[in-house]
Nanobody, 119 residues
Framework: VQLQASGGGLVQAGGSLRLSCAASGRTFSSYAMGWFRQAPGKEREFVAA????????YYADSVKGRFTISRDNAKNTVYLQMNSLKPEDTAVYYC?????????????WGQGTLVTVSS
C-alpha cells in the first residue's frame, strides 16, 4: 500500500487543521492506520490509531480530547482532525498502515506533512 499525507500548514494556537492520508490499493479496509509525528530534534512519536473497521481508536495522552482519527474505507482515506492546536503540536505528521493490530509496529509509511502552530 502507498500512502500520501496532506493537509498540513501554518495555524495559530487554538486553531484547527484536518490531515488526510490517501492510500492506494484495493485492500485499504484490511489495514490498521496510524498517525505519528516528529518534532525538530525529537524522536517520532505515536499520535493516534484506528482499527481496520474504524470501530476502535487510540490516542496519545497529549492529544486526547483534541484530536480525532477517522477513516472512510470507501475513499481509501484516513483523517486526523486536530483542534485546539498548541505550539508543541508543531511537527511533521506521518500516516502509516499495517495489517497487524493498531498499536503494533507499522510497515508502510507516507511521506509526511508539516504542521506548524504559532503562538
Amino acid at each position: 500500500v502507498q500512502l500520501q499525507a496532506s493537509g498540513g500548514g501554518l495555524v495559530q494556537a487554538g486553531g484547527s487543521l484536518r490531515l488526510s492520508c490517501a492510500a492506494s490499493g484495493r485492500t485499504f479496509s484490511s489495514y490498521a492506520m496510524g498517525w505519528f509525528r516528529q518534532a525538530p530534534g525529537k524522536e517520532r512519536e505515536f499520535v493516534a490509531a484506528i482499527s481496520w473497521s474504524g470501530g476502535s481508536t487510540y490516542y496519545a495522552d497529549s492529544v486526547k480530547g483534541r484530536f480525532t482519527i477517522s477513516r472512510d474505507n470507501a475513499k481509501n482515506t484516513v483523517y486526523l482532525q486536530m483542534n485546539s492546536l498548541k505550539p508543541e503540536d508543531t511537527a511533521v505528521y506521518y500516516c502509516a498502515a499495517d495489517l497487524g493490530p493498531p498499536l503494533g509496529e507499522y510497515d508502510y509509511w507516507g511521506q509526511g506533512t508539516l504542521v506548524t502552530v504559532s503562538s
